[in-house]
């Protein structure tokens, strides 16, 4: 299994999208990056995303929930970018570098249940 990106959309939009896919396809899982800080706690953004994940539980009931550790997927996805002709001095747009990184942290996922 291989980690691709699906898009990125604003929250509400999100959850509408994921009940679609749901409906049409079944979701067995769905793998929500955990905003950690560098040091490895939880903050501010990690109590946003767990009141999203309420929102995403009523939404998809039956689901399994995984929380993914997130630090450092927007700097990998970046380097990656780079790597296939991004050039520094070219901006890259967040719905670029978000759904990137998004790609690896899932890939991550994946490559840990693989294992």
Do not use: C, M, N
């Amino acid at each position: 299994l291989f980690a691709q990106p699906f898009g990125t959309f604003p929250p509400a939009e999100a959850l509408e999208k994921l009940r679609q896919l749901h409906e049409e396809d079944g979701l067995a899982a769905l793998v929500v990056g955990w905003p950690l800080t560098e040091a490895g706690a939880e903050g501010k953004a990690t109590e946003r995303v767990r009141q999203y994940l309420g929102r995403l539980r009523r939404v998809l009931p039956g689901v399994e929930i995984v929380r993914w550790d997130e630090r450092y997927t927007s700097e990998l996805a970046k380097d990656q970018l780079k790597a296939t002709g991004w050039r520094h001095d070219d901006p890259i747009d967040r719905a670029r570098v978000d759904a990137a990184a998004a790609g690896l942290l899932l890939q991550e996922y994946l490559d840990s249940v693989a294992g």
